[in-house]
């Protein structure tokens, strides 16, 4: 197999992995997330490899579509850091304090008083 249909081959492989994953993320299925981003790192780190010559408009449209994926990621992110916000829930602070402890805000909020 030569070098052209490897990097074929693996750029086929790099938009299947970023079809499923953006198929992943609209359906909010957590397991083909983790599957097609393990398929888009094995063919990303294939291409590395073996970098595809004259094939820089195909390159261009995959990285717009992970572009794209990150952005609806990100969304999902917010939503879902939204809804533990109103549920009582902080959001995990990476800071740490000046003892060298991470900082976690505990904020409460009751959702229903009997």
């Known amino acids: 197999m030569s070098t052209l ?3 074929d081959a693996a750029l086929d492989r790099l938009a299947a992995a970023l079809a499923e ?3 992943a993320l609209l359906n909010h299925d957590v397991e083909l997330l983790i599957r097609s981003t393990q398929e888009k790192l094995a063919a ?3 291409l590395e490899a073996a970098v595809p010559g004259g094939r820089a408009e195909r390159l261009a449209e995959l990285a717009e579509a992970n572009r794209s ?3 609806l990621l990100a ?3 917010r939503e ?3 809804a533990l916000r109103h549920l009582g829930r902080a959001e995990s602070a990476p800071e740490y304090d000046a003892h060298g ?3 976690q805000v505990r904020a409460t909020r ?4 009997a």
């Open 5 to 7: 249909d490897v990097s």
């Open 21 to 23: 994953e953006r198929r």
């Open 44 to 46: 990303l780190r294939e």
């Open 69 to 71: 994926n990150g952005a």
């Open 75 to 77: 969304r999902r992110r």
């Open 80 to 82: 879902v850091n939204w």
């Open 101 to 103: 402890q991470a900082q």
């Open 110 to 113: 009751n959702l229903a008083v």
